[in-house]
């Protein structure tokens, strides 16, 4: 029997005490021995629930405690999380994680420590949720290069610019109502703004490239701009808008960013809608491969954090190599990136029509105060150049 520990009995939490008790024969079956939760830490009192008996206040009881294999964090922040994980390792028990902000900042650090001390850290659901997506990457895709990953990584900002679409209803009552159903939090800041996702894609870029990609580097660009006026130009354009999260190498070169983006049928993320999350990814052997699911919620998430416990409970004190080095990645100048823009622009405002070389030029019947274009693909710089000075624009978006 191995004992296990989980920090935190919030959403992830129950879900991962629930998982295990729930699937525990299967889960027997694949780790080859009994799985237990000695300790659930936690600062509130559960009366009456079923991990009740186990409930402690105090970390250093787990930590201290030798019969502890494996440390379950999934309390979320980076403090006290990086603290509590950092020394359980130390003391030679193996952690697996959901919390994308502690891996995003810390992870370098802490796979080398599990690496040194013939320990695992995994954290399989820090990057969509219940998707197995890291895994394969480490595992499944290592015989190829892998060029380019673009994901939709928040469900909430996906909830939000599927429904805005759906039902043309503005930015802000669609948020309200993703609040409404737990979808986004009372401050949306770290979804809406493209905080979540950028950490996500710079794990996942890091994993890719072997050096620590960081996330605070990354161009990122939230959906608080995006209107429903907007969506009715992609509609006419055949297009959907979404929030993504993009890293890909040329030629050594490494472009990360996360912006929202017109996208049409011929993309694979393109009929990715509500909260679901999806992952694609281009190798030189493979080709594209699509990763698709739940990217949040509580069953979903713990079944990718019991994956990892399992893993662990099979090499115990036995480490799985995960090449990401504290090396920084270099990104490059994001004025160098390409893409083609949806500019929308005041009627008034003539001279856009003949300032880029246009694929497209649009109008709406119900908004004849202002048109659209659609650029020839060019760089950020180039396309900076052209709008320099220029006053009447409303919107811009990228279009893939």
């Known amino acids: 029997m191995i004992n296990i520990a989980v920090l935190g009995y919030g959403t992830i939490g129950s879900g991962v005490v629930e998982a295990l008790d729930t699937n525990q024969e299967v ?50 922040g980076t403090h006290p999380a990086y603290e509590f994980v950092k020394e359980a390792l130390e003391k030679g028990k193996s952690v697996c994680t959901s919390n994308k902000a502690l891996v995003a900042e810390f992870g370098p650090e802490l796979i080398a420590l599990a690496r040194e001390k013939s320990l695992n850290f995994l954290f399989e659901a820090s990057v969509g949720g219940g998707i197995p997506i890291i895994r394969p990457i480490l595992r499944s895709l290592n015989v190829d290069t892998i060029h380019h990953i673009t994901g939709i990584l928040n469900g909430t900002t996906n909830f939000i610019l599927t429904k805005m679409y759906e039902e043309g209803s503005t930015y802000e009552e669609t948020l309200k109502e993703a609040q409404a159903l737990g979808y986004a939090e009372a401050d949306p800041t770290a979804d809406v703004d493209g905080f979540d996702a950028a950490r996500k894609i710079a794990i996942l870029s890091s994993l890719i490239y072997g050096k620590n990609v960081d996330f605070n580097e990354i161009t990122t660009e939230g959906i608080r701009n995006i209107t429903d006026v907007d969506m009715k130009y992609a509609k006419a354009l055949g297009k959907k808008i979404k929030l993504l999260g993009i890293t ?42 699509m990763f698709y699911g739940a990217g949040a919620g509580k069953l979903p998430t713990a079944s990718a954090v019991v994956s990892d416990i399992i893993d662990e409970v099979k090499h115990l004190h036995v480490n799985i190599p995960i090449k990401w080095d504290a090396e920084p990645a270099v990104l490059e100048d994001h004025s160098t990136h390409w893409s083609k823009f949806f500019v929308r622009v005041d009627s008034e405002c003539e001279e856009m029509k003949t300032a880029f070389k246009i694929e497209q030029l649009l109008t709406l019947e119900d908004h004849p105060d202002e048109y659209a274009i659609v650029t020839e693909e060019m760089t950020f710089a180039e396309f900076d150049a052209g709008i320099k000075g220029r006053e009447h624009i409303r919107n811009i978006i990228q279009v893939k």
Do not use: C
Not at 46 to 64: A, C, Q, R
Not at 269 to 277: F, S, T
């Open 248 to 289: 890909y190498n040329i030629d050594g070169k490494i472009y990360s960013e996360v912006a929202p983006h017109m996208i049409d049928k011929k993309h694979m993320l393109y009929m990715v809608d509500d909260v679901m999350n999806g992952i694609e990814t281009h190798g030189n052997l493979l080709g594209d491969t």
């Open 27 to 76: 889960i027997k079956d694949h780790a080859g021995q009994e799985i237990n939760v000695k300790y659930v830490l936690d600062l509130r009192d559960f009366p009456g629930s079923p991990i009740e008996s186990k409930l402690v206040h105090d970390y250093n009881v787990i930590v201290n405690d030798p019969e502890v294999d494996i440390v379950v964090e999934v309390m979320g």
